[in-house]
């Protein structure tokens, strides 16, 4: 049997990989490609070297989104982390009707981005009205819309994550520490978290990945208003594709820069997550 | 173990992620395209005709099933959902089979696809165009071709304005002392002091900054500092402007916020249709918008003959002969880069949609469009808006012309438009107001044309 699936596996394994080259690695590549083109439409470009690297540089709209980008990404992280760790150990201690509140909490990932952004900058813009206020008259305003919509969405799928990672810590652990005395805070300290740290190694990552990629929820919450203040990067790289005649370069430009910046953050997030991870 | 464990996490993780991914994406695709193989295609060339508009989306498919068939050639006909027009057709013009009729918005709109112009100059549709100020030229080529012509203003309610006119202490007394911007400030200024008497929540519509409105001001109402500009130096379009009629700019942008259905710090949210309602159910007197607004407006609360449109008063010497904005920003373009016989296809079916009877009856009276073409004399349509537009022609007063289309990029709208915003609701100064005009105009020149 195991033999039979190391033989075949490139077999298997084939539609999933034409899938991944078709929809990943061709557009991945003819993106970076792009980058360093003058172009119209995708398929007649004009080499140009590096300049549309330079424009970068001279934008500081991109920067100011890069750290409003990274400082959601730190508060949405730490936010829906701890949040979804709560609610996972609250719905692994057994309370009544727990299939049910698992299921509700899970529902807002069902819905797409897009609608979820106009569904709560109506109910954002409805209670802000109480104060003459709407949700684009300031970033900040933006910015808490944001996370309040994320934690919403993701808080359920994380939680999920855990819950099964709870699940699966072996039910003698626990009691071995507790009949050595352990009070239920130490528990929680020496055996629960350490033996999470896989689950949480995934969850930083997908949060922290979400974050940094955001982009539906901030088309349809804020659309950047005011003054492109709560722009974040993609919808920035979005914007500059098309802002201006003859900027679509740059654009794609602003997307390699982002992608990098992604990958070394993610990497260096997994590798100081992995490095607590216990051996079971 | 552990990496078994953690890999089997992030494989149920991945997965789930990939299902609800795929849900995601199917919303976003409300405008997918119906593949074109699945229409027979019969004659030699074949039409697609990406459509701008997507008031008249559904009169274009139906006129586009009428030309098949009567003659068999294939024609589809799709329209970018608003506002993604630019997006739709960068991808669309990528594909195997790219739109072969496309629209650009003007000059500016141009310079992004001059390279996919076939030249119309032989063209019969060229030939039917009544004047050369409705092509798009560069030399001797025609590339674009404007099929409709269209007009704007301040859209008003006779019925009130009458009201108001018959107050005691109202300082205007009729529509004729009503064409400077004084009398307009008075005007509002004492309909919003009246309000409750007259039965509106204000004298302006609401002034949405909202992305489905906010062209409203930040284009069409910028147009008119940027007209008076052009006309005082006797030229089309510049690199830099100067702004000198920036505070008329500043006076009818403070009249919209100050005498309005709502409070300043609300315009944010406030959208189009929230601006169309109000004007429909009689709540405001004043709405500014174009002749392609009576399709949201008619049939509601208020008449068709109690509907007008003023010109829009920015309070420069001498606007008492101004007229209302007239122009286009809608050119049919033709892809050079199609099948020859496609091509064909198309300029014979463009041909039609202006010559043939159920072509003219279509756009004049099902779409509701002015056009620039001879063929359309016994072809005009009834919205009210539009007469309100002849009757100023005839009377001799000058029309304003479409110069918005050589604002340098979409950019340049953005910024001014965010700071129109910032200034309204009080987080901003009209100082960034007056840079966001004039020194982007500059930047975002350089910006749009250095090589």
Sequence with gaps: MEKAIKKYFPIFILPTMIAFAIGFVAPFLLGIYLSFCKFTTVTDAKFIGI???????????FIHSLWYTALFTLVSVILINVLAFIVALLLTKGIKGTNIFRTVFFMPNLIGGIILGYIW?????????????????????????????????????MMIIYISGIQSIPGELTEAAKIDGASSRQVLKNVTLPMLMPSITICT?????????????????????????????????????????????????K?????????IIALVQNKLTRSREVQQ | MKLKKEFAVLVSATMITGMFAGCGNSNDKGNSKPKSEDAKS????????????????????????TYTDETGVDVQV??????????????EMAKDEPPTLFQVNGPVGLKSWKDYCYDLSDSQIYKDLSSDDYALKDGDTVQGIAYVIETYGLVYNKAILNKYFKLPDAEVKSIDELNNFDALKKTADGIQAHKDDLGVEGAFTSAGMDSSSDWRFKTHLANLPIYYEYKDKGIDSTDAIEGSYLDDYKNIWDLYIKDSTCKPSMLSSKTGEDAASEFALGEAVFYQNGTWAYN???DMEVADEDMGMLPIYIGVKGEEDQGLCTGSENYWCVNKNADQEDIQATLDFMAWVVESDDGRDMLANEMGFVTPFTTFDEYLPSNPLVKANDDYTKDGKKPVSWNFTTMPSETWKNDLGSALLEYAQGTGKWDAVKTAFVDNWATEYQASNAE
């Design chain 1, 51 to 61: 300049s549309n690297y330079k424009k970068i540089l001279g934008d500081p709209v």
């Design chain 1, 121 to 157: 900058q109506l109910l954002l813009n409805g209670i802000l009205a109480h104060f003459q206020r709407t949700l684009t008259y300031s970033s900040t305003y933006g910015f808490w819309g944001l996370i309040i919509l994320m934690c919403w969405q993701q808080v359920g799928y």
């Design chain 1, 205 to 253: 990552f997908l949060t922290l990945t979400n974050g940094f990629k955001l982009f539906d929820q901030n088309l349809a919450l804020t659309n950047g208003a005011p003054s492109r203040m709560s722009e974040m990067l993609a919808l920035n790289i979005y914007n500059t594709f098309y802002g201006r005649t003859g900027y679509e370069g740059v654009g794609q430009a």
């Design chain 1, 255 to 263: 997307a390699v820069v982002f992608f990098l910046i992604v990958v």
């Design chain 2, 42 to 65: 019969s004659g030699d060339g074949k039409v697609y005709y990406l459509n701008f508009k997507p008031e008249q989306a559904d009169q274009w498919v139906e006129l586009a099933k």
């Design chain 2, 78 to 91: 799709q329209t970018a959902a608003s506002g993604t027009y630019e997006s739709t057709l960068k991808s």
């Design chain 2, 296 to 298: 949201d407006v008619k």
